[in-house]
Nanobody, 126 residues
Framework: QVRLVESGGGLVQAGGSLRLSCAAS????????MGWFRQAPGKEREFVAA????????FYSDSVKGRFTISRDNAKNTVFLQMNSLKPEDTAVYYC???????????????????WGQGTQVTVSS
């Protein structure tokens, strides 16, 4: 079983940037598809971004496309989410998720993943 630990959240003004990190341990990181999801108060968890095991394929939600960038460093067992031009509506708890690379639901769906981190709070003030 893989363990995921997110970091990098915080309070930022609108228009600012944050970089989230998710460190993985306990499983072969390079065989995992990795994703970021977020959940705002009173709302359902929603997909943000995902990346294939070799970084060849990335996915983004329409709401973050062009502003957020997902990347990974397999040597460091870490996936990143660079968030630029942040908006108040980006305020949420951000979760890192891991799933086995290979056949399965699209990485934009939460069912693709079997392991989740504890989440990190991102707050964007207007």
């Amino acid at each position: 079983q893989v363990r995921l630990v997110e970091s990098g959240g915080g309070l930022v003004q609108a228009g600012g940037s944050l970089r989230l990190s998710c460190a993985a341990s306990g499983r072969t990181f390079s065989r995992l598809v990795m994703g970021w999801f977020r959940q705002a108060p009173g709302k359902e968890r929603e997909f943000v971004a995902a990346i294939s095991w070799n970084s060849a394929i990335t996915f983004y939600s329409d709401s973050v496309k062009g502003r957020f960038t997902i990347s990974r460093d397999n040597a460091k067992n870490t996936v990143f989410l660079q968030m630029n031009s942040l908006k108040p509506e980006d305020t949420a708890v951000y979760y890192c998720a891991a799933g086995n690379q290979g056949p399965g639901p699209t990485p934009t769906l939460s069912g693709r993943y079997d392991t989740w981190g504890q989440g990190t709070q991102v707050t964007v003030s207007s």
